[in-house]
């Protein structure tokens, strides 16, 4: 692909890109897409792009790569990803041993440091599957402050000297004298923690997620932020960096419940989509804490609930009225319960029809049955969803599996049964919970652990580039057709074909005749796309070095 320099969205500039795949309903067959400015002007076949060429300012050959709608990731932390691609980063080690030598390997490297930082680990996998004790933390770290999140960043690990910082720490719900801290003694130990993070540092790892994101072809991400998650100044200060600088588009969230019309104002003041994204109804299954109807399997409670139904529907009725999207995370079914109670309730208040034009979003929802199904597609709740989750920890020997036992498991993430009521999708990461990783996560939800939950790589793709527009209220981008913004990513693949979602024929087609845009083969195992170029706004924001 012949491309030196990179595409500007000036006004008025026209570019052409030909001799490729573009991936559009508008042709099936589309080999060429025609930028002016920021916006698609054109989708057809290379025969008609022969019109355009003398016409446009540059003229890009694709040579035979694919060109999709960049996708949007609805779930970052992107302070959080940064810190744990430039630090500490305990993800997929294998061994208690290995986790306490990397922490003491950090230390020694970093011997200026405040705080140590570190993510990632998850002793479900272990030998033995308990956590490092705080004592072997102590002595891997000489002594020193260091917070040391689960891979669900709903417990953390941590030193005595990080105790120290926190005043009446043991007094906490959710401390616990040698074990991980969860509830309001993990949030207390956090905000310690990263208040040690300079501006600086702060701003050196949002460059490092944002870039890493535009490397895997993302153009948009919806950062989750919130008073126990991240603070003020780091959103307000993610949101100027991405207006100020190339990169993906992002659309903040603040999750601080509201009760009254005057609370709005925070979120507004802050440039916020929305008071949602991590709005804590529960916590998450790893760390015990999501909240369950029955309890767990391994261990004898049933989680912990943040915000009960009339919490919700005071939260979600302020915001409606307000003209404000709401949203919650809720992964346990008593805490999705509590949503879908507290959310028809303020329907009854505020009116349904004015519910459902509001698009509140749920994060997670990992526990529903039927019923709360149904629920969110009469209350017009979108289910922003990760489907890396169940590639992670599902299946019959999975972390789901020893949380909740096989037969509850197996009704974990149901993505089929959601699009079949008509629930709007929107697929992100949780990154740093799970990778920025866009094709493995329409891989992962096309290849569910559980088959009766599978939904074609096409719905899953969809569902990852326009379904997170659509979460945000947008439904004219995220395609490529001509209007839409000019948000897209280039891709080196192999050939591309339509799967066939019933597996009692064929799994997939090259058949043009079938008239759907192909995409690239996802069968596990296989290579994934290599992202070329990525385009935001008529801008390139990221450019393979070799291509």
Known sequence: MNDPTPVQADEGRTVLLRGGEVHSPADPFATAMVIEGDTIAWVGSEGAADGFADGVDEVVRLDGALVTPAFTDAHVHTTATGLALTGLDLTGVPTLAEALERVGAHAAAHPADPVLLGHGWDASGWPGGRPPSRTE????????????????????????ALLDRVPGITGRTGYHPDAPLTADAHHAVRAAAYASVTARQREDAQRAALARAASMGIGSVHECAGPGISGEDDLTGLLRLAAGEPGPRVHGYWAEAVTSAAGLEKVRALGAAGAAGDLFVDGALGSHTACLHAPYADAPHSGTAYLDAAAVAAHVAVCTEGGVQAGFHAIGDAAVSAVVEGVRAAADQ????RIRAARHRVEHAEMLTPETIAAFADLGLTASVQPAFDAAWGGEEGMYAQRLGPERARTLNPYAALLRAGVPLALGSDSPVTPLDPWGTVRAAAFHRTPEHRVSARAAFTAHTRGGWRAIGRDDAGVLVPGAPADYAVWRTGELVVQVPDTRVAGWSTDPRSGTPGLPDLTPGGQLPVCVRTVVGGRTVHSRPDE
Do not use: I, M
């Open 350 to 353: 505020v009116g349904l029809a």
């Open 137 to 160: 933390l102590d002595g891997a770290t000489g002594g020193r402050p260091l917070y040391l999140s689960r891979a669900d960043v709903h417990s953390a690990v941590v030193t005595t």
